[in-house]
């Protein structure tokens, strides 16, 4: 009788809601095909220290609704080393594993490319909250993290308006100002700084003044991380003007709860189609979401890609204030 080939999965990076219900679907997949299912605790930490377990159906139920990860992630400096590879590539072939599936963003990304430059056969999902991953519309628990967003805003309204003050709301991102521009539009804020676009504090403190008389009671702001903090944001706009200004820094809750529906159903088809690519013989390859179709790009093409932010919604966005 032929031996089951084996397909491993692992969560790596921080986490984000959306990677539980990927991992569910890459597990109920991969049996349904007829593999054995490995899952790595820890990312490429689990993936060195040869912390495997065998998944069948049952381990992943209940985890569809709920947020972060239970293989847990982990970020590892002794993978980057030749050394730390070199470990992780020989746990693989010791536990006979053909296939590696990586959930993470962009690093990890670059931890499976040279895994895949080792001779093993990886696959990535674009799994980080920040919507910086390059040829996909979406990351996992990037919607998830736009509704946790709007809750806040919600809450930091009723307070603002009753003392008449200004909020400055930091969200994360990195580098890339996604969450704060689309999480800005939905939640209708006042204005919004994001690194790939410069600012005028002096414009945006008369801007914000200008609303107040006009008869607004509050004003939201939101600054992403990658352009400045709510702290430093706060004190020019008291510099430039009499608001009353307060910072919040939404800061990790943004990274919990349970998944929305479009990231349980985003991630149940990228792992459902992850599973039906191996099974194809496809290999090197990292899934996204493309007008509403589930597509693949090498780690090359990703890689060697530039993440770029959607400018028209950033055009839209100041038309609507
Ligand atoms: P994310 O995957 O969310 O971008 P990190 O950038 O922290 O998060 O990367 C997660 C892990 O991926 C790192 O701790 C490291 O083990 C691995 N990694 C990151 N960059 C590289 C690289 N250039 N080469 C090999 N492995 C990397
Ligand atoms: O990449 C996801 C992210 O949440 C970023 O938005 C943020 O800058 C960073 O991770 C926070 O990292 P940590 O979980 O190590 O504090």
Do not use: W
Not at 64 to 70: A, E, I, Q, V
Not at 95 to 117: C, F, M, P, T, W
Not at 268 to 279: A, F, Q, Y
């Amino acid at each position: 009788m032929r031996r089951m080939e084996k397909i491993a999965v692992l969560t790596s990076g921080g986490d984000s809601q959306g990677m539980n219900s990927a991992i569910r679907s890459v597990v109920r997949t991969g049996l349904a095909y007829g593999y054995e299912m490995i899952g790595i605790k820890r990312g490429y930490k689990g993936l060195i220290e040869n912390d495997f377990i065998t998944l069948g159906s049952k381990d992943v139920s209940d985890i569809l609704y709920r947020g972060g990860t239970f293989l847990q992630s982990a970020r590892s400096e002794e993978f980057k080393t030749e050394v730390g590879q070199n470990k992780a590539v020989n746990n693989l072939k010791n536990h006979e594993i053909n296939h590696l599936i990586v959930i993470g963003g962009d690093g990890s990304y670059r931890g499976a490319q040279s895994l895949l430059k080792q001779g093993i056969n990886t696959y990535g999902l674009p799994g980080t909250i920040d919507n910086d991953i390059p040829l996909t519309d979406y990351t996992i628990g990037f919607d998830t993290t736009l509704n946790v967003i709007q809750d806040a805003i919600s809450n930091l309204r009723d307070t603002m308006s009753s003392h008449e003050r200004v909020s400055v709301i930091e969200v994360m991102g990195r580098k890339c100002g996604d969450i704060a521009l689309q999480a800005g539009i939905a939640s209708g804020v006042d204005a919004v700084l994001i690194p790939e676009f410069g600012y005028d504090m002096k414009a945006v403190a008369s801007q914000l003044t200008q609303g107040f008389e006009r008869g607004k009671t509050h004003s939201i702001v939101m600054v992403a991380e990658g352009a400045g903090t709510a702290e430093e944001i706060a004190a020019l706009i008291e510099q430039h003007s009499n608001l009353d200004t307060r910072p919040t820094v939404l800061g990790h809750i943004q990274r919990g709860g349970t998944p929305t529906a479009f990231d349980r159903l985003f991630t149940s088809r990228m792992g459902h189609k992850v599973i039906d690519l191996i099974h194809k013989g496809v290999t090197g390859v990292a899934l996204g979401m493309e007008k509403n179709e589930i597509t693949y790009h090498t780690f090359d093409e990703i890689v060697q890609s530039e993440n770029e932010i959607d400018e028209k919604l950033y055009k839209m966005f100041h038309d609507l204030i």
